[in-house]
């Protein structure tokens, strides 16, 4: 990671090409105007294929898993040291700029043109491995946790709490980006970084 950070709520050229910095801003609420109505197009798909009981537990499930998801996406790909030129320019893309650049409002979320294709790659593996109901289900609540992180990341770094479950979850998220970039990956849970051992925050 680069040790650069901007206090500023501004938002850094990423790119020389206007279309592909167009493409990289994307305002926090458009995942969830994409997403809902996908939700809900599965959960009747679902539901009429799947019990009423089963399909509330793989549900559920979903939202479970997510949160697993969002721990490896963050901990393992977007925390990735890279050793090439190539590779550390990818990475500041997918999520060095975030760091960088903590209060850019236009790169908090993941462009669709990348989202889209990841939401549709899981889909086909969800139900190939659990069947079009149960794996309709599934990836239903997999993008309902995907929505809510998405919410939560913008309102940690957006919206002003100064008690309550927000601003714990946002001193948390804090932490991850100004005391120890090695900790806290987590964003809307920090189940899994106490079931792996990555709670405790390090002082620079």
Same mark, same amino acid.
């Given at each position: 990671?680069k #040790?650069?950070?901007s206090?500023?709520?501004?938002?850094?050229?990423m790119? #020389?090409?206007p %279309?592909m910095? *167009? /493409?990289? =801003?994307?305002? %926090? @609420? +458009?995942?969830?105007?994409?997403f809902i109505?996908?939700?809900?197009v /599965? /959960?009747?798909?679902?539901?009429s294929l799947v019990?009423?009981g089963? @399909?509330?537990a *793989?549900?559920?499930? $979903?939202?479970?898993? &997510?949160t697993?998801?969002?721990?490896?996406f963050?901990r393992?790909?977007f925390h990735?040291?890279?050793?090439s030129?190539?590779?550390?320019?990818l990475? &500041? *893309?997918?999520?060095g700029?975030h760091?960088?650049y903590p209060?850019?409002? =236009?790169?908090l979320? +993941?462009?669709?043109?990348?989202s889209v294709p /990841?939401a549709? @790659?899981?889909?086909?593996v969800?139900t190939?491995?659990l $069947?079009?109901?149960?794996?309709?289900a599934f990836?239903a609540?997999?993008?309902?946790?995907?929505?809510a992180?998405e919410?939560?990341h913008?309102a940690?770094h957006h919206?002003?709490? =100064?008690k $309550?479950?927000?601003a714990k979850?946002r =001193? %948390?998220h804090?932490k991850?980006?100004?005391?120890d970039e090695?900790?806290?990956?987590g964003v809307?849970?920090?189940? &899994?970084?106490?079931? @792996?051992k990555t709670?405790?925050f390090k002082? #620079?």
């Amino acid at each position: 990671m680069k #040790k650069f950070i901007s206090s500023k709520q501004e938002t850094p050229q990423m790119f #020389k090409r206007p %279309w592909m910095e *167009i /493409l990289s =801003k994307v305002p %926090w @609420f +458009l995942p969830h105007l994409l997403f809902i109505p996908v939700v809900g197009v /599965l /959960l009747v798909q679902a539901y009429s294929l799947v019990s009423l009981g089963a @399909f509330l537990a *793989i549900f559920i499930g $979903g939202i479970f898993f &997510w949160t697993l998801a969002e721990y490896f996406f963050h901990r393992i790909i977007f925390h990735y040291e890279c050793t090439s030129q190539f590779g550390q320019r990818l990475h &500041w *893309i997918a999520h060095g700029v975030h760091h960088d650049y903590p209060n850019d409002p =236009k790169r908090l979320v +993941l462009p669709p043109v990348l989202s889209v294709p /990841l939401a549709t @790659f899981f889909y086909f593996v969800y139900t190939y491995l659990l $069947g079009t109901g149960n794996g309709s289900a599934f990836m239903a609540g997999f993008l309902t946790g995907y929505m809510a992180y998405e919410f939560i990341h913008y309102a940690v770094h957006h919206l002003t709490a =100064k008690k $309550g479950l927000l601003a714990k979850m946002r =001193k %948390w998220h804090m932490k991850h980006h100004f005391k120890d970039e090695e900790a806290g990956f987590g964003v809307s849970s920090p189940l &899994w970084d106490y079931i @792996f051992k990555t709670h405790q925050f390090k002082s #620079k």
